[in-house]
């Protein structure tokens, strides 16, 4: 079976019935919480790739939605089981897991077969055995004629180390190479940094590192399009697309890499509803995942359904990328549809100013992911505001646009007190973040901050980002 050296890394495809605990084995396996978890059959619908460590053999774990017996060619099961056979075929090594407590089935005897078909090595893995008791049960798997069977509680990770063991040994059978690890530092992010008047810390904003992939997340409303608009991005069906709204439940990441240009790591998340239009947990669980994507990308795009119009949950998804700092581009998907009627595109474009009263910087384009038209504009438009998200800017500019604003227009008089800005330096970028020290920060309008924000924004040239800024006592000095 040995075969020469493979420089890729090797591809692990998790497999088996729904509700098995192919997901719990994944969240075990990469040290996260990233896949939902639940009792309920078909909760993960997508193929979800991440990076592991299988002795010194870096490889990718393809987390699936699992494989059903369905001969159905139109519901959901039918597509989440043609997703996973794809997860198979790309695999190097098969982790086949049944269900301990349910014991054997004929659905798993009829995957069995099949994987043994594919010529494939199979770790055939029985969950779900918590102590020897069960272990002695599992006896039952062996009836599949295998040679060696793994019990396993991935929920508590028994037996998970004996598993790793053999599969990096099969790996490097296939001709997959140990790699010394790194050393890396994991720890809570910093916050903002302490700093007083004078200070000069633009060396200390925590600048990209520039091997890191733009994090971009696709929200909207369910069927509005994200994930066919995902597969366009990919150029190949990455995610499951349906004619049917919550068909995506977790927040799945596509990595997608550019030549000559800073990778993109695209998170499709599912369709956000109104909370009290929220019934079933696991759709709660899915847009705690969609707002938590939010929060850790850099660029949001905002879906929205040009067929429909912008509705009150959109203005919420917009308002969520205000709220939390992040980039954003809006898109009326679907637009080819309504192009040519005058009055609807009209209309369209009144509400889209309304909804983005609060983010007017953000930029728009009207696109059709089914047709593909103007998709290829949203490469480019991310590109830029990546730069401009990361900007920076040194202590004397910035002191220099603030006294250039204040001489245009003076600080108000707030309740009787005369307001005075004395210093600013920038602390952060994602946005590009100033402080500026005053005598009476807490009284400043909020109509002046957005001034200044302007007066930032156009003369460090960022037109297509959101800025802050903060206002500080300015600290007393000793006599």
């Known amino acids: 079976m040995t075969s020469g050296k493979n420089e890729r890394k090797p591809f692990i495809a998790l497999t088996g019935r729904p509700n098995v605990g192919k997901s719990t084995l994944f969240n075990r396996l990469t040290r996260s919480r990233d896949a939902l978890v639940d009792f309920l059959p078909g909760v993960t619908r997508d193929r979800r790739y991440a990076a ?49 407590r ?64 053999d599969a990096g040994e099969m790996l490097e059978k296939l001709g997959f190479s140990r790699v010394e690890a790194k050393q890396g530092v994991h720890g809570a992010k910093a916050g903002p940094p302490s700093i007083t008047e004078g200070d000069d810390i633009t060396s200390e904003l925590g600048l990209p590192d520039y091997d890191q992939p733009i994090r971009v997340s696709i929200i909207g409303r369910p069927n509005v399009g994200k994930s066919s608009l995902l597969n ?62 939010v929060k ?25 990328t205000e709220q939390y700092g992040k980039a954003c581009v809006t898109l009326y998907n679907k637009f080819d549809l309504i192009q040519k009627d005058s009055h609807l595109v009209k209309l369209r474009n009144e509400e889209l100013k309304r909804a983005k009263r609060f983010i007017p910087y953000a930029p728009h384009l009207n696109i059709s992911a089914l047709t593909g038209k103007r998709v290829e504009r949203i490469f480019p438009l991310i590109d830029r505001i990546y730069t401009q998200y ?38 952060a970028v994602r946005p590009p973040t100033f402080v500026i020290f005053a005598n009476y920060p807490d009284k400043i309008p909020d109509q002046y901050r957005r001034f200044l924000i302007n007066r930032f924004r156009e003369e460090l040239e960022l037109p297509d980002v959101p800025i802050r800024i903060i206002f500080r006592q300015r600290e007393r000095r000793e006599k």
């Open 390 to 427: 990361n900007a920076t800017c040194s202590t004397g500019r910035a002191n220099r646009i603030l006294q250039r604003a204040v001489t245009r227009r003076n600080p108000p008089i707030s309740k009787g007190h005369h307001l005075k800005l004395y210093y600013t330096t920038q602390v």
């Open 232 to 293: 366009r991005f990919a150029g190949h069906e990455r995610m499951i697309v349906a004619d049917m709204p919550g068909t995506t439940r977790d927040a799945v990441d596509t990595l997608l890499h550019r030549e000559n240009a800073r990778d993109i790591v695209f998170t499709d998340t599912a369709g956000i509803r109104r909370r009290a239009r929220v019934r079933d947990k696991i759709e709660k669980f899915s847009i705690i995942k969609a707002i938590d994507a």
């Open 102 to 165: 349910e014991g054997l089935t004929p659905v798993d005897e009829d995957i069995s077969r099949m994987l043994r078909a594919m010529g494939k090595p199979v770790f055939y893995i029985v969950n779900k055995v918590d102590n020897r008791h069960q272990e002695m049960d599992a006896a039952e798997f062996y009836s599949l004629g295998v040679e060696r069977l793994y019990p396993i509680s991935a929920a508590h990770g028994r037996g998970v180390t004996a598993l790793l063991d």
């Open 52 to 100: 592991v460590s299988l002795g010194e053999i870096p490889a990718e774990i393809i987390d699936t939605g699992g494989l059903e017996d369905t001969n159905s060619t139109e519901n959901i099961s039918a597509l989440v089981s043609r997703e996973s056979m794809k997860a198979v075929e790309q695999a190097d090594i098969i982790f086949f897991l049944m269900d301990g």
């Open 296 to 320: 850790d990308c850099d660029i949001a795009l905002v879906v929205l359904d040009a067929t429909e119009g912008i509705t009150d949950q959109d203005q919420k998804l917009i308002g969520y």
